[in-house]
């Protein structure tokens, strides 16, 4: 019986950490996590995937990650992106917070691949203005 509930907690412990890594890449994966694999992905052109700031308007006015949507964190339950649940979906916000929330809200819905980049102050390169 022991055995049964250390095993138990690893299997929940591993569950834990995939889901805290920020989604459900498979493993061995690449990582957008990382600024410049992310970069990578908005440059090309061959795996679909969406970028969602979940930001306020105004602070997505004032500079986002290139090729981003913004859904407001508070928003995107009644307005998730219009894509299929198995789409890679990847969220940021300002400091990481709201992009959590955003991952848990769009994990509860059914979205199966959903990465959670952190806060935009990662993003060492240049910010989209719209200017």
Do not use: K
Request: glycine letters at 10%.
């Amino acid at each position: 019986m022991r055995i049964i509930v250390i095993i138990a907690v690893l299997v929940l412990a591993s569950a834990a950490l995939l889901l805290y890594a920020g989604g459900s890449r498979e493993s061995g994966g690449p990582d957008y996590r990382d600024p410049e694999t992310l970069r990578m992905l908005i440059e090309g052109q061959n795996n679909p995937h969406i970028l969602i700031d979940v930001r306020t308007p105004e602070e997505f006015r004032g500079g986002h990650i290139p090729g981003a949507v913004n859904i407001p964190v508070d928003r995107i339950a009644s307005a998730p992106p219009d894509v299929p649940a198995d789409s890679l979906v990847i969220v940021y916000c300002r400091s990481g917070a709201r992009s959590a929330q955003a991952r848990r809200t769009l994990n509860n819905m059914g979205f199966e691949q959903i990465v959670d980049f952190g806060g935009i102050h990662r993003w060492p390169f240049s910010l989209d203005t719209g200017r």
